[in-house]
């Protein structure tokens, strides 16, 4: 049974309900009382809101067929065989291969006027296997109780096992249609605000001491992040094979790096999250005497509120200061180890993780399992040369997600300050 037959049955069934509520009345020779002719009402309005949405999806389903047909067209959405690990190039490119193709066919093949490809989500819920290192501050943020593998991938350090799928995928397309049913652009969770633990010995008889765990609930909602490209020559994507994919590649790139700036550094104002850095209840550690020093205190900070800290986040720039250091000013052996082996990953066991998405001279320390990144639409590709652009020959690219951000436990964090002040 498809969408417009679902919701016409569900129109007749509301319909039936009145009916019968009103025959018994009838049949009775008495008036509805007051709550069948409330249930009379609501059955009535259920009826004629299934019969307008029952309209729309007819009309959805045309629509629907037109993509598929576009779809198949430019090369239909992939099988089986392109299952599989999609990491920052490939998502890049299983999203434009069948544009590209389309592009750089022969003569006499219909123009491509606008279609959307809804891809491998580069905030995919895969994270760091068992044992493994995290590699970006987008694996600490996807906080599912999985074990998915994360590949080594140097642009992004997340790799996605999820294929991409077009909108004539009758799954996706119910969802883009029609919705998933249960969700809206607002969430909520529980937050942890004070942690005082008075767990002691008692005497019989004495009263026991009261610990404070309080909870709070926090209202979120869902923010779309999204950028376009300028408009680009057809022509180049027939002179270039390789354009399309560069095209989603950099797209793709730059999606996952807002959504990182924004989970940790957003100021809560207009459409930015409220970023981790910038939520009450977050630990600060000031400079004290260096580098190494000031990474350590903010460790002892965590420990001793009973935090096992799971990653430490560093800018490129700071994380090139930690690797240089040497016990003398600028001879002797490098403290985290030899330049010319695989480089130390860790400080005092605790993985670290390079991105720009923290500011040079300030690192994120935390449990990172107390912060989740919410996915509400998966990041999509879409394509366009309708309009202007058909009249130009011309071709945009769009990528868009929409997400969320829980901080559960704020005191699992530490921001420490590690720019060196001026001598």
Same mark, same amino acid.
């Given at each position: ?14 319909? #039936? @309900? ?28 259920? @009826? ?32 089986? #065989? ?26 006499? /093949? ?9 891809? @491998?989500?580069? +905030? ?11 590699? /970006? ?48 652009? /607002?969430? /909520? ?39 376009? !490209? ?30 990182? @700036? ?17 939520? !009450? ?9 260096? $580098? ?20 430490? +986040? ?43 998405? +923290? ?45 969320? $951000? ?18």
């Amino acid at each position: 049974m498809n969408k417009f037959e679902q919701l016409k049955a569900k129109a007749l069934e509301n319909a #039936k @309900a009145a009916r019968l509520l009103a025959e018994k009345a009838d049949s009775e020779n008495r008036e509805l009382t007051t709550a069948e002719k409330s249930a009379f009402d609501a059955a009535m309005k259920a @009826a004629d809101d299934f019969v307008k949405r029952a309209k729309e999806a007819k009309a959805d389903a045309e629509i629907l067929a037109a993509a598929k047909a576009l779809a198949d067209e430019i090369g239909g959405a992939p099988g089986k #065989k392109a299952a599989g690990p999609v990491g920052r190039k490939a998502w890049g490119r299983a999203g434009v291969k069948s544009v590209r193709a389309h592009m750089g066919t022969a003569d006499g /093949s219909k123009a491509l006027v606008s279609g959307s490809v809804t891809m @491998a989500n580069p +905030v995919s819920p895969g994270v760091a296997a068992l044992g493994a290192a995290p590699l /970006s501050v987008l694996a600490l943020l996807l906080n599912a109780n999985s074990a998915d593998e994360l590949a080594a991938d140097p642009y992004n350090g997340v790799e996605i096992n999820t294929r991409p799928r077009y909108e004539d995928d009758k799954q996706l397309a119910d969802t883009l249609m029609y919705g998933d049913g249960g969700g809206s652009n /607002s969430f /909520s969770y529980l937050r942890q605000t004070v942690r005082d633990n008075k767990a002691a010995p008692v005497a019989d008889g004495a009263t026991k001491p009261t610990s404070v765990y309080t909870i709070e609930e926090i209202e979120g909602r869902y923010r779309v992040l999204a950028h376009i !490209s300028e408009p680009l020559p057809q022509r180049f994507f027939h002179d270039d094979a390789t354009l399309g994919q560069f095209l989603g590649d950099e797209m793709g790139y730059g999606l996952q790096r807002a959504v990182e @700036a924004q989970a940790l550094s957003g100021d809560g104002t207009g459409e930015n999250f409220t970023g981790l850095l910038n939520i !009450s209840g977050v630990h600060v550690q000031a400079w004290a005497t260096d $580098l190494l020093t000031t990474l350590r205190k903010a460790v002892t900070t965590l420990q001793g509120v009973g935090t096992a800290p799971t990653a430490l +986040v560093l800018n490129p720039v700071d994380a090139e200061r930690v690797d240089l250091l040497r016990e003398g000013v600028d001879s002797g052996k490098y403290l985290i180890g030899d330049p010319a082996a695989e480089a130390a990953r860790t400080l005092w066991t605790i993985p670290r993780v390079t991105s720009v998405a +923290v500011a040079a001279g300030t690192a994120v320390l935390g449990d990172w399992d107390r912060v989740n990144l919410l996915t509400r639409q998966e990041a999509t590709l879409h394509v366009d040369t309708s309009g202007a652009l058909f009249d130009k020959n011309q071709v945009k690219f769009r990528v868009e997600g929409r997400f969320g $951000l829980e901080v559960k436990q704020p005191d699992a964090f530490v921001e420490i300050d590690i720019a060196e002040p001026a001598a």
